[in-house]
């Protein structure tokens, strides 16, 4: 982590005096970003550089559910299933995603380049069904299109 | 032009229209000029309390009493805070605000800390809108690298820092206070009121919040003032709407509509009607939280809070789910419900136990085992939730169970006896996602 403490500390300068405790969340999503998840000596590093409990960075990782503190796959599939996009034919990617991928959701496969998983409701609602791969929405989608895309990120490059 | 007058989606999105430079071309930032040069701060809160401008985010309480609230001498530090945690299932408008008018957003920031006196701002955006952030922490520093933001903004003593706050994946957190807390480093529990967060908000000083599209429309308030704005709209429904609407329609989207614009054509035109020529059965009017509308109760009704409040649901979020007709409303409900369940922070018991119990007995239903006393344990549990618990979101399941039940029981009643859905458990209309159906089916066989 302590690499980053110069980035964190051009943060710093937008936030009142006093408050860097604000400052755990975008922390901890730049340190997942950095190396994947994050690991208990970043816990223990954060809280240190911020002044915060440990149990505070804890609790943060626990609460949100897109950080993590264990590596996955290179590519995070998170199918949305909540109620639009599921009247837009998400229940029949999903099971197509799991023949395809081998997995269940919240596993990853055995060559560590997908996880799936599945969401409830992305804001994007009117391009349903939809998943979002990483940090990219895709949206519109038909099983044809998931398996286009997938064939490309197997290859390791996103359209 | 159909839906009436637009205050926003009046310019067309190109690669570069969310630039500072074009949105300068449209005349953006001049309503800033105005408001610090022309206006105290106390004159544009009266301004935007007599506009009559209604949030955004769901409550639809009056813009200008939350912030008339704020002392402004009281000496101690205020906060504004955008809530860009746009997560009500069917809602997606903000996310149109963000990616497309972030300097809109950014003007909007400005005022709305000028008129309360905040030195320190914040856009809180959720975890999951990676392109939104992306245009707004792009926008913001072309705005401090064009004196926009930081000390003395336009020549004037008036200075302001602006974060964008990511979240991390959390829907509770577009509740005001769970917001806060969030925006403290904290896991997101909502708090108790009071005080109010008007009162003792974020780092304990008065703070408030406001939805995106509430504060988008401050801009044109202050240029045209509060007379301008009431032109457009209804007596009570002032200004437009920024409708999302999805489900079983033809051309799901973004839509801004002024208050007042009958549904049925905004259902015949802006939606483009039924999907493969399905029938309309009910619309989830304002995101999932509000009662779901019969077309009965919704086709003669005209877009406004009044009307909706008055045909027993409301406009919510602004969030429209368009249901056809051979929809299975348990298998709609069941969906809803593991999302509430999913979504319930846990801190107060009736809703980690009660969102945990409605999505265990909509299971049971949907697998065939329900019990004939599983209607009533629904209403009891969506009862007994109702104003127990420190935030919305347990009262909200609640709304969204019973609003099913009292309009479509005889398929509960129907799926208990039979052991099967009405409609096969279909969420889809026919004609649609036919391959996927198939590819389901092949998976079973």
Aim: overall charge negative.
């Amino acid at each position: 982590m302590k690499h980053l403490i110069p980035e964190f500390e051009v943060w710093k300068k937008r936030y009142p005096a006093g408050f860097e405790g604000s400052l755990v969340i975008p922390c901890c999503r730049r340190i997942q970003e950095d190396r994947g998840y994050v690991a208990d000596s970043d816990i223990a590093e954060l809280a240190e550089y911020l002044s915060v409990p440990r149990i505070q960075v804890e609790e943060v990782l626990a609460f949100y559910t897109q950080f993590r503190r264990k590596p996955i796959g290179q590519w995070h599939v998170q199918l949305c299933h909540n109620v639009s996009c599921s009247m837009r034919g998400s229940e029949g990617l999903l099971v197509h995603l799991r023949n395809k991928l081998g997995v269940a959701p919240g596993q990853t496969t055995a060559d560590g380049k997908f996880t799936l998983s599945t969401v409830e409701c992305l804001a994007s609602c009117g391009t349903a069904p939809m998943m979002m791969v990483n940090d990219t929405y895709y949206e519109n989608l038909d099983a044809q299109k998931v398996d286009t895309l997938l064939a490309m990120l197997a290859e390791g490059a996103p359209s | 032009m159909s839906g009436g007058t637009k205050l926003f989606m009046n310019f067309d999105i190109t690669p570069t229209s969310h630039t500072l430079a074009e949105y300068k071309a449209r005349g953006g930032y001049q309503a800033l000029a105005k408001a610090l040069k022309e206006m105290k701060p106390d004159q544009v809160t009266k301004e935007v309390l007599s506009s009559g401008l209604l949030g955004h985010g769901g409550a639809a309480f009056l813009a200008g009493r939350k912030w008339g609230v704020v002392k402004l001498n009281d000496g101690q530090p205020h906060y504004l805070c955008m809530n860009a945690d746009e997560g009500e299932p069917g809602t997606f408008k903000d996310r149109w605000f963000l990616e497309n008018t972030p300097h809109l957003l950014l003007e909007s920031m400005l005022i709305g800390s000028y008129a309360l006196q905040g030195r320190h701002s914040f856009i809180y955006i959720r975890g999951e809108f990676d392109l939104a952030y992306r245009r707004m922490a792009e926008s913001l520093e072309e705005a401090y690298a064009a004196g926009l933001f930081g000390e003395n903004i336009m020549g004037t003593d008036f200075s302001c820092d602006l974060v964008i706050y990511r979240g991390a994946g959390s829907y509770v957190c577009g509740e005001a206070s769970a917001m806060l807390t969030s925006l403290e480093g904290k896991k997101g529990y909502p708090r108790n009121r009071p005080p109010r967060l008007t009162v003792a908000g974020l780092y304990q000083k008065p703070t408030v919040v406001n939805n995106v599209e509430t504060l988008a429309n401050v801009p044109y308030i202050v240029t045209h003032g509060a007379e301008g704005f009431r032109k457009v709209g209804t007596a009570t429904s002032p200004g437009t709407q920024v409708i999302s609407v999805s489900g079983h329609i033809n051309t799901p989207g973004v839509y801004e509509l002024e208050y007042g614009y009958p549904f049925a054509d905004f259902l015949a035109n802006e939606c483009g009607g039924m999907l493969n020529g399905s029938e309309l059965k009910c619309v989830v009017p304002g995101g999932i939280s509000t009662k779901v509308l019969t077309r009965e109760d919704i086709m003669p009704l005209a877009m406004d809070h009044n009307s909706f409040v008055a045909a027993g649901s409301q406009l919510g979020s602004q969030g429209m789910i368009v249901v056809a007709e051979g929809t299975c409303m348990v298998r709609l409900l069941q969906v809803m419900l593991r999302f509430y369940h999913h979504e319930s922070c846990g801190q107060c018991t009736p809703c980690r136990e009660g969102m945990g119990w409605l999505e265990r007995i909509s299971n049971r239903l949907v697998a065939g085992e329900g019990r004939p006393e599983d209607i009533s344990r629904l209403y009891q549990i969506s009862r007994a939730n109702d104003g127990t618990t420190i935030c919305g979101l347990g009262d909200a399941a609640g709304y969204a169970t019973v609003g099913i039940l009292d309009k479509y029981r005889h398929e509960f009643e129907y799926y208990i006896e039979n052991k099967r859905s009405m409609y096969e458990g279909r969420l889809e209309v026919a004609g649609l996602g036919e391959s996927a159906r198939a590819i389901a089916a092949s998976a079973v066989a």
